[in-house]
């Protein structure tokens, strides 16, 4: 057994490197008010889009929806938010 050696310290280091986020949760509403251009920058910069639906969300989503996909995020309808994550930011939904 002495063999054995494990510096946890060293494991705690690699582990904080590894779970570093940038970007930031943003509250917003989808209303057809701000481009989709506007979105997809946020996403792209690693956003959390949190946004209250007013109105018909395939309609409103339509402009970025589409991109957001293509490049790995996600889009959650949920109780009338959209969730919309930047790729390996990921939305459970096995509690609903």
Do not use: C, Q, Y
Request: no cysteine; charged share 30%; proline share 3%.
């Amino acid at each position: 057994m002495s063999d054995f050696d494990l510096d946890l310290r060293a494991v705690e280091e690699h582990i904080d490197d590894e779970l570093e986020l940038e970007g930031s949760i943003v509250l917003g509403v989808l209303d057809g008010e701000t481009p989709a251009d506007e979105w997809l920058e946020g996403i792209s910069k690693g956003n959390v889009l949190i946004l209250n639906v007013d109105g018909d969300v395939n309609e409103l989503a339509s402009g970025f929806a589409r991109d957001v996909k293509e490049s790995g995020g996600n889009l959650v309808h949920f109780r009338g938010f959209l969730v919309v994550t930047p790729p390996g930011v990921d939305v459970s939904t096995e509690r609903l």
